[in-house]
């Protein structure tokens, strides 16, 4: 792939900063809104951020590694950059949509490019009841709470919380408990990627649930819809051989 005008963004740390100085001083560069491809220095957390500020450019992020984790990113190396990129293999990424009602009325909607997770707000559990296309799958769940993931995602949270991790060519989102009480040997449901899914609080005003998109959050919900959104694409570029699909088949064999 060619690229004709690049684009640098950088974190906040002091690596991240330093790249960006370093990459800006050797390379020509323009601004975001009208590059080409855009080059994010950071860590996952940033490549999030950077994926949800641009969704509107529909160009190609390429992202190195300032950070810690790095699962999103490519190896840092400023040397012959150019050849590097344009050497980068495309992967297409489809956000969840988030529609979630609060307990007032108020509907917000967000993206989620990693999970949706439904999370207690208080020391009591949360108990909600799970629909799939419009069918109640379970009628209660007693939970700290329970998420859904994309297959980017199903490597972060999704992991942490027990759940599977989804090869990216497989059309699946990951369905996951998070620290099921009852039904307690529950541990989750793999989906296909064009189910629907909703989430209907019980007691919310007792046991109030807050509903998070990655980074965006809504408290005191009580009824949360998830899908996919094919309409939306983004594209992650990465270098030879350590493409993403290889990188989520890898976390499978981690000790």
Not at 59 to 65: D, S, T
Not at 185 to 190: D, E, F, V
Request: glycine content about 6%; some cysteine; aromatic content about 6%.
């Amino acid at each position: 792939m060619t690229f004709g005008r690049v684009a640098f963004v950088a974190g906040e740390s002091p690596p991240a900063q330093d790249s960006l100085r370093r990459l800006t001083q050797r390379y020509a560069h323009v601004s975001p809104d009208q590059a080409d491809v855009i080059v994010a220095l950071g860590g996952d957390g940033f490549m999030l951020e950077t994926l949800h500020r641009y969704l509107h450019r529909k160009v190609p992020i390429y992202g190195m590694n300032r950070g810690t984790v790095g699962f999103l990113m490519n190896t840092f190396n400023e040397e012959d950059f150019m050849t590097r990129l344009e050497s980068a293999q495309p992967v297409e990424l489809h956000p969840l949509r988030m529609t979630a009602r609060r307990v007032n009325g108020e509907v917000v909607e967000a993206l989620a490019i990693n999970e949706v997770s439904l999370l207690r707000e208080t020391r009591q559990a949360a108990k909600i009841r799970v629909l799939l296309d419009r069918r109640v799958r379970l009628e209660e769940l007693i939970c700290d709470g329970v998420l859904v993931c994309t297959p980017a995602g199903s490597t972060a949270y999704n992991v942490s919380a027990h759940g599977t991790i989804l090869p990216l060519s497989a059309n699946l989102l990951g369905l996951t408990p998070i620290s099921a009480f009852r039904p307690r040997r529950w541990l989750g449901a793999l989906l296909h990627h064009t189910a629907d899914v909703d989430f209907e609080v019980l007691e919310p005003g007792k046991r109030p649930v807050s509903a998070v998109a990655d980074y965006t959050e809504v408290r005191n919900v009580s009824e949360v819809h998830i899908r996919e959104d094919r309409s939306i694409s983004m594209v992650l570029l990465f270098d030879p051989g350590h493409s993403l699909e290889e990188r989520i088949l890898m976390e499978q064999f981690l000790p």
